[in-house]
């Protein structure tokens, strides 16, 4: 058993954040399942929203968010936000992160940073760093975590169950008044399981884009901190809201990879193969439409004609101004044979983003005592049914911050019994057919079947198959000694099937969720969540 005050599953943003402020306070464990850079936020292109122009103002980014977000956000989420988001990148900058500024003096203030315009914004007001600002600020927290004496990583670890009175009391069924003492966590070198005791627990696992054949994420983004919540007893909200981004460079064979909208931000123009525009005919905004926008419209066109991918146009910009504002895309086009500075680049949708996860409060709290969640694992109501471009970093380090300074983060538990793993039965390799097959089968399904235009068929249909995939997963999880494939498989199929089953109960289109028998939106029923 390791024992310490405090202990975090993940290493991004929010990871990071809550270890940094909360090693204030104990002792910090930070587990995470590669290296600390295999992240969402390492990936992140674009930056962080947040009002630092004389000409902007907080009423209009809380407007411009609630709107992106289909009128379903909560305003008094938002705002706090919102009005923290000045003072914590102000925070980011005395970590070290070195964001873009006007000139190249050593002028850290916040008066001085160059700020981008993206879709859904009424105004520019990203702060960015290049085109790799989730890199950047990857480099601030990862140097200030390695060098902190009461911040212990573990790489290669991973979280299999949280601790609770599932796991203390043996008795049937539902256990109310659920608490959580730390995890049970395997070395992934290893497949050894030990007890990790805290005081407080923070879910910082990101999102499950994986769960999608086609999706931006790195491999580690299965759902782990959703699922294990939800198998805990928390409730999960809005999970029908899976956001697409509408330009993923797209090229048979090769991986895919986020084109930030911060490219058209600067100008650029989507293009169908015969090298039509179509933008102006779906919203006046054209090519800065909000994202849930862009991508049905992409999806229509690229369905009405048969196509695979469409173009995404930044030659008209001066070359020399594209490679220095955007030296990441740049790379990676280059090693896939295209210079976007002369050429247009192949684009598609792919799974980006869910604006839903464990139903959380603006301070990280979740249903269960100790248990708390940031980033985009948690839904804490800021981006309703559809997330305004750049509020993710903003969301996941606001809430972050706050839930390590909340006074509840102080206080001390007491411990049960807590029992050593059990683990059934040894590994069937004859039967491991049952978890690579079904992994394949599940990122089809929902590619095919839940992605960004539904039909009500085809979500049944989806039901129907993976609730049966679930149950072979399951059943071999239980008879099988587990390993890292096997948690995360589990946990791939826990997240799908709340998806469809949230997305079968939204009769309505919104945001996000875009279903075909229910092309409207229907505020007189469904201006609520969607709690599972």
């Excluded at 960015?128 to 990862?142: Q, R």
């Excluded at 309703?384 to 509840?408: I, T």
Aim: charged share 20%; aromatic share 8%.
């Amino acid at each position: 058993m390791k024992k310490f005050d405090y202990l975090v599953i993940g290493s991004g943003i929010a990871g990071l954040v809550y270890a940094l402020e909360s090693a204030k306070f104990g002792t910090v464990a930070v587990i995470t399942k590669k290296s600390l850079r295999d992240c969402n936020t390492d990936y992140a292109q674009g930056g962080i929203a947040a009002v630092l122009d004389e000409h902007d103002s907080y009423e209009e980014h809380i407007q411009d968010t609630y709107i992106a977000g289909g009128e379903l956000g909560k305003k008094e989420v938002i705002e706090t936000i919102v009005k923290m988001g000045p003072q914590l990148i102000q925070y980011l900058i005395d970590l070290g992160t070195e964001f873009t500024t006007e000139n190249e003096k050593q002028d850290k203030s916040l008066e001085n940073l160059s700020l981008a315009r993206e879709g859904g914004h009424s105004h520019s007001r990203i702060a960015f760093g290049a085109d790799s600002t989730g890199h950047l600020i990857m480099d601030a927290l990862v140097q200030n975590c390695q060098n902190h004496p009461n911040i212990s990583i573990f790489e290669s670890h991973m979280a299999v169950d949280l601790i609770t009175q599932h796991h203390v009391i043996q008795t049937k069924g539902f256990v109310p008044g659920i608490a959580c003492w730390g995890a049970y966590v395997m070395d992934i070198n290893t497949n050894e399981i030990e007890i990790y005791r805290s005081h407080k627990t923070m879910l910082a696992t990101g999102g499950a884009s994986q769960v999608y054949a086609l999706n931006t994420n790195p491999d580690v983004t299965t759902g782990d901190g959703m699922a294990m919540a939800r198998l805990a007893g928390a409730r999960l909200v809005n999970m029908e809201f899976v956001q697409f981004h509408p330009t993923a460079f797209y090229q048979l064979g090769t991986k895919t990879f986020l084109v930030s909208e911060a490219l058209r931000g600067e100008g650029a123009i989507l293009r169908l193969q015969d090298g039509s525009t179509f933008m102006e005919k779906y919203h006046p905004l054209g090519n800065l439409a909000p994202r849930d926008i862009v991508s049905r419209a992409i999806d229509a066109e690229l369905k009405k004609r048969g196509d695979k991918f469409l173009y995404l146009d930044a030659t008209h910009i001066e070359s020399e101004y594209l490679k220095r504002r955007f030296p990441y895309i740049d790379k990676k086009c280059r090693k896939s044979g295209v210079d976007f500075t002369k050429e247009p680049i192949p684009i598609a949708p792919a799974a980006h983003y869910f604006c839903g996860g464990v139903l959380s409060t603006i301070d990280g709290q979740t249903d269960i005592q100790n248990l708390l969640a940031a980033g985009e694992v948690g839904c804490t109501g800021l981006h309703g049914a559809n997330r305004l471009a750049s509020n993710s970093l903003l969301e996941a380090l606001v809430v972050a911050y706050r839930a390590a300074h909340h006074p509840s983060n102080l206080e001390k538990t007491e411990f049960p019994d807590i029992p050593e793993w059990q683990d059934f039965g040894t590994f069937n390799e004859n039967e491991w057919v049952i978890i690579s097959h079904n992994r394949e089968i599940l990122g089809t399904i929902m590619q095919g079947y839940v992605g960004i235009r539904r039909t009500r068929r085809l979500l049944k249909y989806a039901l129907s198959h993976v609730e049966n995939i679930y149950n072979e997963i399951n059943n071999f999880y239980t008879h099988n000694s587990v390993s890292k494939e096997v948690i995360e498989t589990r946990n791939l199929a826990v997240i799908a099937l709340m998806i469809i089953r949230s997305a079968i109960s939204r009769k309505e289109s919104r945001g996000a969720h875009f279903v075909v028998d229910y092309p409207e939106k229907d505020d007189l029923h469904f201006n609520k969540d969607t709690i599972i």
